[in-house]
T-cell receptor
Framework: NAGVTQTPKFQVLKTGQSMTLQCAQDMNHEYMSWYRQDPGMGLRLIHYSVGAGITDQGEVPNGYNVSRSTTEDFPLRLLSAAPSQTSVYFC???????????FGQGTRLTVV | QKEVEQDPGPLSVPEGAIVSLNCTYSNSAFQYFMWYRQYSRKGPELLMYTYSSGNKEDGRFTAQVDKSSKYISLFIRDSQPSDSATYLC????????????FGQGTELSVKP
């Protein structure tokens, strides 16, 4: 059972480039979310989804887009990368809004 | 001011010590409280989950919630080197499931 799978694990981007961080879960969870983790800041919610076709913004959504066309996948798009987006990104999924959230292993992104 | 405040540490204790990790929060509407453990370069894993004031025990771990003071704690008894990790408190509202608000995380090191 793979759980929550994030790809890639590491990425270096140049300022202005775009890319998509992939997240897939095989637990048939309705809830999926993206967080970023920066030193001294904990995890901050970027976007989340309560089911296929439904997404909403979190605390720090600017510069990021999401869509949820299937239950399994929740990709995060960086439209025009900026150095301020250098961070570790975590995807999470849960069976319901109040159930345990399972996290992926993270994507370490550096924007130069 | 962040909604959830957590002393970032780092905290270093000898093996066998009792560890106390704490978070305060400002939003009295938070109803669900969690503690996640995160090993270096890994995703967070749920350790404890509670929704009522009082204590909840699981082995060497005790989660304490005081809603009147807006204060939560995690106690680790007989700490082990394998407990060395970052501990993150998280909380959410009943009607905003899937949107976790995290503290900054406390880095704990247990020395043999």
């Amino acid at each position: 059972n793979a759980g929550v799978t994030q790809t890639p694990k590491f990425q270096v981007l140049k300022t202005g480039q775009s890319m998509t961080l992939q997240c897939a879960q095989d637990m048939n969870h309705e809830y999926m979310s993206w967080y970023r983790q920066d030193p001294g800041m904990g995890l901050r919610l970027i976007h989340y989804s309560v089911g296929a076709g439904i997404t909403d913004q979190g605390e720090v959504p600017n510069g990021y887009n999401v869509s949820r066309s299937t239950t399994e996948d929740f990709p995060l798009r960086l439209l025009s990368a900026a150095p301020s987006q250098t961070s570790v990104y975590f995807c999470a999924s849960s069976y319901s809004g109040l159930a345990e959230a399972f996290f992926g292993q993270g994507t370490r992104l550096t924007v130069v | 001011q962040k909604e959830v405040e957590q002393d970032p540490g780092p905290l270093s204790v000898p093996e066998g010590a009792i560890v106390s990790l704490n978070c305060t929060y400002s939003n009295s509407a938070f109803q669900y409280f969690m503690w996640y453990r995160q090993y270096s370069r890994k995703g967070p894993e749920l350790l404890m989950y509670t929704y009522s004031s009082g204590n909840k025990e699981d082995g060497r771990f005790t989660a304490q919630v005081d809603k009147s003071s807006k204060y939560i704690s995690l106690f680790i008894r007989d700490s082990q080197p394998s407990d060395s990790a970052t501990y993150l408190c998280a909380m959410t509202l009943y009607n905003q499931g899937g949107k976790l608000i995290f503290g900054q995380g406390t880095e704990l090191s247990v020395k043999p």
